[in-house]
């Protein structure tokens, strides 16, 4: 038997407003705490999709389009640079749930 990997299950996550440009993001992030100082940059390590990441300087990168709302990083941060906002769905990003 077959296992689906992790990257290729994750590819079959669809999105609302999948491909619009101006669509707003359920999760902002206040990097300007991230690089003044985060003793830990713990989002780096436990976010599934791979959302925070660091660039060449060490400055934390986030972007919300792959993001699969575990939640895991709402918690994790304990700098208050996480915000979440749940999307409204005309324009807001987010995962389109197939069984609720
Ligand atoms: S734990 Fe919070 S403050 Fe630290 S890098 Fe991650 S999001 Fe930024
Ligand atoms: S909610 Fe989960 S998948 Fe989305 S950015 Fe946070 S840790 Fe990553």
Same mark, same amino acid.
């Given at each position: 038997? +077959?296992?689906?990997?992790? +990257?290729?299950?994750? $590819?079959?996550?669809?999105?609302?407003? !999948?491909?619009?440009?101006?669509?707003?993001?359920?999760?902002?992030?206040?990097?300007?705490?991230?690089? +003044?100082?985060?003793?830990? !940059?713990?989002?780096?390590?436990?976010?599934?999709?791979?959302?925070?990441?660091?660039?060449?300087?060490?400055?934390?990168?986030?972007?919300?389009?792959?993001?699969?709302?575990?939640?895991?990083?709402?918690?994790?941060?304990? !700098?208050?640079?996480?915000?979440?906002?749940?999307?409204?769905?005309?324009?807001?990003? $987010?995962?389109?749930?197939?069984?609720?």
């Amino acid at each position: 038997m +077959s296992r689906t990997k992790i +990257s290729e299950r994750l $590819g079959l996550v669809r999105y609302r407003n !999948q491909g619009r440009h101006d669509a707003k993001p359920h999760i902002t992030v206040d990097t300007a705490i991230c690089d +003044s100082g985060c003793p830990h !940059q713990c989002t780096t390590y436990v976010c599934p999709a791979n959302c925070y990441t660091l660039n060449e300087e060490g400055k934390l990168r986030f972007q919300f389009e792959d993001c699969i709302e575990c939640g895991t990083c709402l918690y994790a941060c304990d !700098q208050g640079a996480v915000t979440w906002n749940y999307p409204d769905p005309e324009t807001g990003r $987010g995962v389109e749930w197939t069984f609720g």
